[in-house]
């Protein structure tokens, strides 16, 4: 299983940010508690850990159907390349996305399973997958989203009624049955030779596109820019626990109550950038006819949140939907679309 064979720990001695740790049992039993500490990490830093999130088997599946389709030729995998329009589904190779201002390339490739062909399977909705995906898509992939659906659906509705909003108003926002960008990622980093570098990151500072990403690590190399300040800090992996974080269509639909953080990969510190490091990832992005707004009119919360923002009518009303918000952010990072901008915000670049 990679990551998984004698790869040294992470090491004590790296400044590392804290994440509040929220049980998802107990979300499950509705503790307050628990629910409070979720509310409490989706606003300020927009990243938690998610431990008793029962998903280890359909991850292990999906880590060595990522490491299967990965070892793939390479001329086998261009074959389901995403291209340079904006697909998010299909095979990312290294070196198409730009990481920097210098536009410097990324070293990292992905294989992107769209929920919608998983949950069709074997109609293509979106596309056709390399064997290796497809051959699994019973054992490893469509658990795998079903899990991360589960899970995600649970915090959103949990979120909803934090956010005041009438019931069910996130779930209509996300329905499983509709075409989205909800997408099972794999992502491969190479293992470095020499030192490691830790300014160079292997995946660009960037925030997330949709709604909820629910994320797990083996070795280090994740960092986040915490709010107020200037130091990128990793976040530990943690065996059993889940990464979950706040993207850029929840930050819009809560009218910036819920916090979609900025954070980057590097090369896994110290000695574990010798290692191979592989990473998986569910996106649950709202469907794609879903127009991108605060939802101020069915919230109070929200309301009052978009009233105190200087800026809200550009950071709440991008007037894109899902679907084009993804398109336009996906091909922005294309080296071919590429124009470096600073960071104005999430989604701004
Ligand atoms: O590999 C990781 O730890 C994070 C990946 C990530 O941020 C992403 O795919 O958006
Ligand atoms: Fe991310």
């Not at 659906?153 to 019931?167: M, T, V």
């Not at 069910?168 to 509709?178: C, G």
């Not at 190399?221 to 889940?242: F, M, N």
């Not at 550009?314 to 918000?325: K, V």
Request: glycine letters at 6%; hydrophobic letters at 40%.
């Amino acid at each position: 299983m990679p990551g998984l064979i004698s790869i040294p720990p992470f090491p004590e001695d790296v400044p590392t940010h804290p994440l509040l740790v929220v049980d998802y049992g107990l979300i499950r039993a509705r503790d307050e508690a628990e629910i409070n500490k979720l509310w409490k990490a989706a606003r300020e830093l927009g990243f938690w850990y998610l431990k008793n999130h029962g998903a280890d088997e359909e991850v292990n599946a999906m880590f060595d159907m990522g490491e299967i389709t990965m070892a793939l030729p390479l001329d086998e995998k261009m074959k389901y390349e995403q291209g340079d329009d904006g697909v998010s589904f299909g095979y990312k190779a290294a070196g198409v996305n730009a990481i920097d201002e210098k536009g410097n390339l990324d070293c990292t490739e992905f294989i992107n399973v769209s929920k919608d062909d998983a949950l069709a399977f074997p109609t293509p909705v979106h596309r056709a997958y390399p064997s290796t995906v497809t051959d699994r898509m019973d054992t490893a992939v469509i658990p795998f989203v079903k899990k991360s659906l589960e899970v995600n659906n649970s915090l959103l509705a949990i979120l909803n009624e934090k956010l005041g909003l009438p019931q069910d108003t996130l779930a209509k926002l996300h329905r499983e049955e509709e075409r989205s960008g909800c997408v099972a990622r794999v992502i491969r980093t190479p293992p470095k030779e020499g030192e490691f570098d830790e300014a160079k990151a292997v995946l660009s500072s960037h925030t997330d596109f949709g709604s909820l990403s629910f994320l797990h690590n083996r070795l280090g190399g994740l960092q986040v820019l915490a709010p107020g300040s200037e130091r990128w800090q990793y976040i530990k992996p943690l065996p059993g626990h889940a990464i979950c974080n706040i993207g850029d269509s929840l930050h819009i639909f809560s009218g910036g109550v819920l916090r979609s953080n900025m954070h980057r990969v590097v090369p896994p510190p110290k000695e574990q950038a010798r290692y191979e490091r592989y990473s998986l990832v569910f996106f649950t992005r709202a469907s794609d006819d879903v127009e991108l707004r605060a939802l101020a009119k069915e919230s109070a919360v929200i309301a009052d949140a978009v009233e105190k923002t200087p800026n809200a009518k550009t950071r709440f009303y991008p007037g894109a939907t899902a679907q084009e918000w993804l398109t336009r952010r996906v091909k922005n990072q294309r080296f071919k679309n590429f124009k470096w901008s600073p960071w104005a915000g999430p989604g701004q670049r």
